[in-house]
């Protein structure tokens, strides 16, 4: 049974849950944009706090969900995030021509999906969640309606999505037959060091095919450019973080307590999936022209990076994945907010890298940052992309995966020259002039691109600072 | 009662192939039904039958009439009146029909038997089913409040009618040729 401890620690999902009401029930009484606006800043401003201020505990919550230092990390890290995405999408989507208040209410109810399925320690509630997220992830990425290509993408990943909770639903119920249990604090004990059944391994690897099109890994990548590039920038902000953190704490969740990677099988597969992500991303990023494109197939060669700490399978690996995957929300959440920030009423989004010619010389500090931004994605010292690829480096070291770490080094390299086009570009003079964009007017997202700044730039200087702030 | 299972799951696999493979949209749905169906007699002899029923219900029942039901209000027009006319003859509802008797014959065995379930099975009845999902996975239910939530906000905005919009000018033009 659910008791009033438990109700405690659920306090941040129930104000999401609250609020996502009350958004909707502000709609009904009178729609106002700005007010929607204001109710969802405030509720995940709310649960952020109630986060915050949760003593940080160990313990099941339930038989559903875990209440833990990773979890509790990871879900302020969502929220905060989300938070970020709200301040974006407000000027974005005022110069819409679109109904558009229930957009916050699709966003928070998506978050608290994602924030579910960080605390999940059960199939069911990991299962429900994902489809909290990926419903309204559904309607998301297809909400500006009246553009046919963001339909189309919408289809697009509700048919991918389906067929991958099909997959995982499959691959559950498989473990669940060799093992007789859905919760992952009883699977720790069930399978002997690295002795799986032939129908656990099956099942565990049906998952994977699952996880991999979540997390965007290679053989399952497909689906990402054309989505990112069809989606509204702030929506391809939330897949591009919140979704594919969300689905990677679960996966590291299941496989350590199953103690999946002491199996030379499984360990292998997720290596090529975690090389292959690496190559494969970073040499498709090369060709493109499209900077919403380019950033798609980086987050696929990010995901392999973030591989090589779940792959490390200790307890250093953990904290190096949790350090690298706020790296790249980070600097993810600044790149794409970056292309939110600059688009404008009469040219809509600047998606081409050609839009930002001489960008240097007209908004010398907008550029700036859009350097340091894409600095930390290729993972140039100085920058927090920097010390995460570090921590990777140095769990997988410890853990000895010397051909991981290679190909870790090999391919950041080659993605260092299709970030580094972009920062040419904009270094180039040119007369096109950027006059009329959103974030013009916006006190609040300039502060957030600010925010972002800093962040970036301390975690790369001071990561140990940054590290015992979260408590890691 | 272990042959019992396999004629069910087999017709199952029959039935689902001939949907993937049919190309006439309502054959494919008779034969989701019987898919369904047989599905539904897998659950009850494992000792499920609150399942068993709910697939019936749920499934065979309320999603499948919506499912020929948008087919029928889709397939308008001359074209469509003739292949309705083809739709009850012999050819079309056989083999379904064949694969339902041998359910029916299955399900009535399994009664006359007075052996509800296959093996070694507790059998979990509705009672069960309701204290475990108002004990210990109450927020499972919760958590289905916020997905249809999610959903119906979703299906509200993306199905919403557009307001129709005319240019002043268009409106006059209108107004002129009326």
Known sequence: MVTLQDIHFLMPEIVMAVGAVIVMLAIAVKRDYTLSYGLTLATFLAAFGILVLNPTETRPVTELLLADPLGKFLSGLIIASAFIITIFSYPYFRIQKEVKEEYFILLILATLGAVLMTISNHFISFVISLEILSVSVFALIGYLKKLEISIEASIKYLILAAVATGFILFGFSLIYLSTGSMSLAQLTQTPAEGSFSLLLLTGLGLTIVGFGFKMALVPFHFWTPDIYSAAPAPVSTFVATISKGAAFVFLLRLFYSIGGLNNDNIWVVFAVLAIASMFVGNWLGLQQKNLKRLLAYSSISHLGYLMVGFLAFSDDGIRSSAFYLTAYFASILAAFGMITYLTSEHDGEPYMIENYRGLFWSKPWLAAFFTLVLLSLAGIPFTAGFMGKFYLLSSGMSAGKIVLLLSLVVSSTIGLFYYLKVVQVMLTRSETQHEFYIGKHSILMQAVVAVLFVVILWMGVFPSAFLSMIGM | ?178
Do not use: C
Not at chain 2, 9 to 15: Q, S
Not at chain 2, 80 to 91: D, F, K, M, T, V
Not at chain 2, 101 to 121: C, K, P, R
């Open chain 2, 1 to 178: 009662m272990n042959i019992i299972f396999y004629i069910a799951a087999l017709i199952a696999l029959i039935a689902t192939f001939r949907v993937v493979t049919h190309k006439n949209a309502v054959h494919a749905l008779l034969y989701l039904v019987v898919s369904l169906l047989a599905i539904s007699v897998i659950f009850f002899i494992s000792g499920a039958p609150f399942v068993a029923a709910l697939e019936v219900i749920v499934y065979a029942g309320a999603i499948m009439v919506l499912f020929v039901f948008a087919i029928v209000m889709l397939n308008l027009g001359e074209d469509s009146i003739q292949r309705e006319a083809n739709l009850l003859q012999p050819g079309v509802w056989k083999i379904p029909t064949i694969l339902i008797v041998i359910l029916l014959a299955e399900l009535i065995y399994v009664f006359a038997s007075n052996q509800m379930t296959a093996g070694n099975v507790r059998i979990v009845d509705a009672a069960e089913v309701s204290q475990r999902l108002f004990g210990g996975y109450v927020l499972a239910v919760e958590m289905t409040g916020i997905l249809l939530l999610s959903g119906i906000v979703g299906a509200y905005h993306l199905g919403r009618e557009k307001k129709r919009e005319y240019h002043r000018y268009l409106q006059t033009n209108e107004e002129e040729h009326e």
